[in-house]
């Protein structure tokens, strides 16, 4: 157990809650009074602490800031009805962070410093925790190689932290995708499964064009034939054509293994839809169009939840759909969030009480 390293806690003086609105506040742009950080050196996790929330002081010549050994996670917090503070499924997000870390040549971090780590800080700031529906606390984990050198190589030192930013939506209406044929996101054999910053940097100019056209967001599509749809944007995707729900399979690594998506897989069975997990091509979602069998198209991710779509461009061709028709995605996000919200027996196990 952490307590074995003793956690040192600084606490604010003074706490910043009463000055946010925890009402309609936007994704990502307030966080909480602490933070945890640690440093990796000589082979160990010390220096763990947790401490007031405050700027970093770095050497400009941090490796990270040249060569993106960085990675990250997003976790949610919620609280039930009693106000008792819960995570979903921090382990898993904890697996799936020490997978992109061995891919970035970075440390593993041990599972007492991320999620033991995590649960006393959430602890510290719980007043934090939104209770507006579709408001959660956001938990950001997150790992850079912190050695002061610009020579290409893995470095010694590394710093873990998380920050805690309470949060509503991040697509709020149904959105608009442009499928995308030029530019790759990944590819097999590159770093497509891990939770890389530079994955998310490499999108921004793709993103940037497909606004510029007046989408939301791309649909990317495989880097090889630009024939297999992959993900959307900071999304995994699924397709309701006719009684099942289809989701692009992980076996060739160039999709982020998600843990909202792996939910929505349990959920949708249990809804009684028959969920395959395997290669679709744009070409197999403009023919279930066609024939009238193409019903719904969402996204799922911590941030993004579950998020309509409701039009799809491919080429010239453009498929619409009329959201306010579905079944699946709003009934999905409604077992999603009775579980989250603790108004629904947690059946799987998925709340880590704090
Ligand atoms: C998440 O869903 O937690 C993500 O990582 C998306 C984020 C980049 C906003």
Excluded: C
Aim: glycine content about 6%.
């Amino acid at each position: 157990m952490i307590a074995a390293y003793g956690i040192p806690v600084t606490r604010v003086e003074r706490s910043k809650l009463h000055d946010i609105p925890l009402e309609n506040i936007p994704f990502g742009k307030y966080f909480t009074d602490h933070m945890l950080e640690a440093d990796y050196e000589n082979g160990e996790w010390k220096n763990i602490e947790i401490k007031p929330y405050q700027p970093l002081l770095l050497s400009p010549s941090v490796a990270a800031l040249h060569y993106g050994q960085a990675i990250f996670e997003g976790i949610k917090a919620y609280k039930d009805k009693e106000g008792n503070p819960f995570i979903f499924r921090p382990v898993d997000n904890y697996k799936r962070f020490n997978l992109s870390a061995e891919r970035m040549q970075m440390p593993t971090v041990p599972r007492e410093l991320f999620v033991e780590g995590m649960r006393q800080l959430i602890d510290l700031d719980k007043n934090w925790i939104p209770e507006k529906d579709d408001h959660s606390l956001y938990i950001r984990p997150f790992m850079f190689s912190s050695d002061e050198l610009i020579g290409v190589r893995p470095s010694d030192t590394y710093k873990f932290m998380i920050i805690l930013s309470p949060t509503g939506p991040y697509y709020v209406a149904p959105m608009r995708i442009y499928v995308e044929e030029h530019y790759s996101r990944a590819a097999p054999g590159g770093i497509g499964y891990a939770k890389a910053a530079g994955n998310y940097g490499a999108s921004m100019l793709v993103t940037a064009e497909a606004k510029k056209k007046g989408y939301d967001q791309v649909l990317w599509t495989d880097a090889l034939e630009h024939k297999y749809v992959q993900e959307i944007g900071t999304m995994n995707v699924f397709f309701i054509i006719g009684d099942k729900a289809i989701t692009p399979d992980l076996t060739q690594g160039t999709i982020l293994a998600g843990v909202t998506r792996e939910s929505a897989v349990t959920l949708l069975e249990e809804m009684g839809y028959k969920v395959e997990e395997r290669k679709i091509s744009i070409d197999e979602l403009v023919e279930a169009y066609q024939a009238g069998s193409l019903n719904e198209v969402f996204g799922t991710g911590t941030a993004a939840t579950i998020s309509l779509i409701k039009e799809l461009r491919y080429k010239d061709f453009v498929m619409n759909f009329d959201v306010s028709k579905w079944e699946a995605a709003p009934e999905l996000k409604k077992r999603l969030n009775d579980i989250r919200q603790s108004k629904v027996i947690d059946k799987h196990g998925w709340m880590y009480k704090v």
